[in-house]
């Protein structure tokens, strides 16, 4: 079983930062994307960001990219969100995921398509 467990969420002010950090184990696969989601209440899942651990550009969605800043450190299995410049609408639940996948080069946007998620952690941006 793939375990991911997220830390970092927080209640901030409008324009704080905040790093979110997702750590995985219990691996059963060598080829995986891991992505970023969130969950405002009344709305659907959100995709925010994924990576890959055979490298590549980071992928972003359109609502973050500017912002945010996925990035990973291998050593530790861990996949981070750097969120920068927060919004009020930032303020939701926020969920890693991984895809296994033997192409990890196609970019997969859609909740539906990862197999495992977090348990999420709660951000909170007043303004």
């Known amino acids: 079983q793939v375990q991911l467990v997220e830390s970092g969420g927080g209640l901030v002010q409008a324009g704080d930062s905040l790093r979110l950090s997702c750590a995985a184990s219990?691996?059963?696969?060598?080829?995986?994307?891991m992505g970023w989601f969130r969950q405002a209440p009344g709305k659907e899942r959100e995709f925010l960001a994924v990576i890959t651990w055979s490298g590549g550009s980071p992928y972003y969605a359109d609502s973050v990219k500017g912002r945010f800043t996925i990035f990973r450190d291998n050593a530790k299995n861990t996949v981070y969100l750097q969120m920068n410049s927060l919004k009020p609408e930032d303020t939701a639940v926020y969920y890693c995921?991984?895809?296994?996948?033997?192409?990890?080069?196609?970019?997969?946007?859609?909740?539906?398509?990862?197999?495992?998620w977090g348990q999420g952690t709660q951000v909170t941006v007043s303004s």
């Open positions: 995921a991984v895809r296994p996948t033997v192409n990890t080069a196609v970019v997969v946007t859609s909740p539906y398509r990862y197999d495992y």
């Open positions: 219990g691996r059963t696969f060598s080829t995986y994307a």
